[in-house]
């Protein structure tokens, strides 16, 4: 295990803008490190990795106290709309997040939207709905987004190719009690995971989108990247998995009837959703241009561009086979 290089800074943290429903924010984004995702066993996650070890909950406390202070010179600075604060797992578990914390963080952003994410195992209602009162503070402004990683609404898809321990009725009745307490859903889909083909991976993204658009308040879709120390790595170093074509990421979007936010982790890289390497960057762009804009002629367009790798895509969403090796690299 290597050592941590300074256990009182985030992992990361930028500031940005984002998208919710018809306007633009600022925002703040910080992934900190907490006591670690209880689950611990999706076949593509390393972030269950980035945790402390074997402190003591005073210990714990003190040093991502020291993180969310971080945050807050940020927040003082920059004055955000928006923000997004991540750990490796679930903020409402509070063996990971301790409550202590959880109040905090809710305190610091009073007034502003604050997004977080949780296993739906860790979404109390009692506990929700305070700190959903409590962002409020003395006007309306605030709000709690509850990020869900369902990933995708197949039970198949979700247990076999990820191992996520969570079912879609699980994740409805969750949403259902999260609207009750006053809060709003994100919800984390996974594009193309292990054992999938390229259409397949297409196919369930497009039938999700569908599913989740009456239950959820926003959709973000993350194409699979190749991270490090995972099941997911081993299969990818046996040429066993390919991440999705940049052309698949876009034809999604392009034909959703809702907003579909998309960050491609890895973009235009081996690990990570690309192409050929010369079309990768202006998808990219456009990509990126539309989880701002939402503008889908935009996204359109790019599907009508043409380039010498679409006919191996093509030919890969038409002929790739299930249960076996990927056509291409």
Known sequence: MRPIKNPEEPLAIWSGQDRISDK??????????????SWNRCKICQYRHERFFGLDKSELVRLMSAQVNRVKDLI?????EIVKIYTSGSFFDPAEVPEEIQNLIVKLVRGRILIVESRCDYINEDRLSRHVENIKGDGENGEIFVAIGLETTSDDIREKCIDKGLSFSSYKKTAELIHKTGGK??????????????????????RSIKE????????SMNPCTVQKNTHLETLWKQ???????????AS???QSDAHVTCDPIGGGQVRGPHNCGLCDSMILDAIRDYNISADQDLIK????MDCKCKK???YVMNQEKPWSMPLTR
């Open 24 to 37: 633009q924010y600022s925002s703040v984004t910080a992934i900190i490190r907490s006591g670690g995702c």
């Open 76 to 80: 003082e600075k920059n004055n955000p």
């Open 185 to 206: 859903i994100k919800t984390y889909l996974l594009h193309k995971p292990p054992y999938l083909t390229e259409k397949e991976g297409y196919d369930d993204m497009v």
């Open 212 to 219: 989740i658009i009456p239950i959820t308040d926003l959709i």
């Open 239 to 249: 040429q066993a998995y390919r991440p999705p074509y940049l052309w698949t990421v």
């Open 252 to 254: 999604i979007i392009a």
């Open 301 to 304: 367009s790019v599907m009508e």
């Open 312 to 314: 191996e895509w093509e």
